[in-house]
């Protein structure tokens, strides 16, 4: 796959190549239903053959004027909550806490900064036209 930019920019942080990781399968729903997607997670240079990012702010970054319109969550909250700065000056439109990745330290620095965010399964949002 090349990487695909039509549609709105949806980050995956901790995105994996591993086919049976949520986050994989996200990244391939996503892409089934029009997503410009962006894989972030520092360890791999690209995840399903799209260029994949180190930081939710390159994500940001790689997004450009258009800027990140979903930041959808695969990360447990111990290696999540480091990256509050990150997340907080990415300035996603929305932020989507899978199943196992909730953080009320990440989710508090979001009310603050008044960044959107919810708590359900990009899979369950994206099959029932909710995403």
Avoid at 22 to 41: F, Q
Avoid at 96 to 104: A, D, K, V, Y
Avoid at 113 to 124: D, H, K, Q, S, Y
């Amino acid at each position: 796959m090349d990487d695909f930019v039509e549609g709105k920019p949806s980050a995956v942080l901790g995105a994996s190549p591993k086919p049976e990781r949520y986050s994989h399968m996200a990244m391939l729903r996503l892409l089934e239903a029009g997503h410009w997607v962006i894989p972030v997670n520092p360890t791999y240079r690209e995840v399903e053959g799209l260029t994949s990012v180190a930081t939710v702010s390159d994500a940001a970054e790689a997004a450009g004027s258009e800027g990140l319109d979903t930041l959808t969550i695969y990360l447990a909250p111990h290696n999540l909550e480091p990256l509050v700065g990150d997340i907080l000056a990415a300035r996603p439109r929305r932020v989507i806490f899978n199943p196992g990745t909730e953080s009320s330290v990440i989710q508090a620095a979001l009310n603050k900064a008044g960044i959107p965010w919810l708590e359900a399964c990009t899979l369950v949002l994206l099959s029932t036209g909710q995403y």
